[in-house]
């Protein structure tokens, strides 16, 4: 009895997990905005952006741009969040155009935990710049509904 119930609690966890990874070919949008990241930096956050995203496997290809930055951006990352709308870790470096405004590509390949994390809305984009090292554009891969 105790195997048949081990086997059954590991499909139902398989199960689970399958349905918390994102559709083959799925796309995700994200609006770029300005985000201080406390009250000291708030005058030298500005701008808007997009992102795009599709998701091929487990290979998520990222496109977006960006414009407004009160300096030149200094960087682009991926970023996975232990929960929706909080700060986390840099999964990905993605490439950046260094000027005010500007394009951000990368492609990274996703283990299950982050491909759980893309469908629960917990994968984010960030753009740093001269003017706001800390952060100055954010915005959190979500399913594209259009």
């Known amino acids: 009895m105790g195997r048949r119930r081990t086997g059954t609690l590991a499909a139902a966890g398989l199960v689970g997990l399958l349905l918390a990874v994102p559709a083959l070919g799925q796309e ?4 770029l905005g300005r985000i201080p990241v406390d009250g000291r930096n708030q005058a030298s956050v500005a701008g808007l952006g997009h992102v795009m995203a599709e998701l091929d496997g487990d ?35 993605l490439a950046v155009t ?16 982050q491909l759980a994390a893309l469908s629960a809305g917990r994968l984010y984009i960030q753009v740093h ?18």
């Open 28 to 31: 995700f949008s994200a609006r």
């Open 59 to 93: 290979r998520l290809e990222i496109e977006g741009d960006f414009a407004g930055l009160l300096g030149p951006a200094t960087a682009a990352n991926l970023h996975m969040s232990p929960a929706v709308g909080v700060r986390g870790p840099v999964i990905h470096a």
């Open 98 to 113: 260094s000027g005010s405004e500007g394009e951000l590509t990368g492609e990274v390949r996703l283990d299950a935990g």
């Open 129 to 146: 710049s001269e003017s706001a090292p800390d952060g100055n554009l954010w915005g959190w891969l979500l399913v594209d509904e259009e």
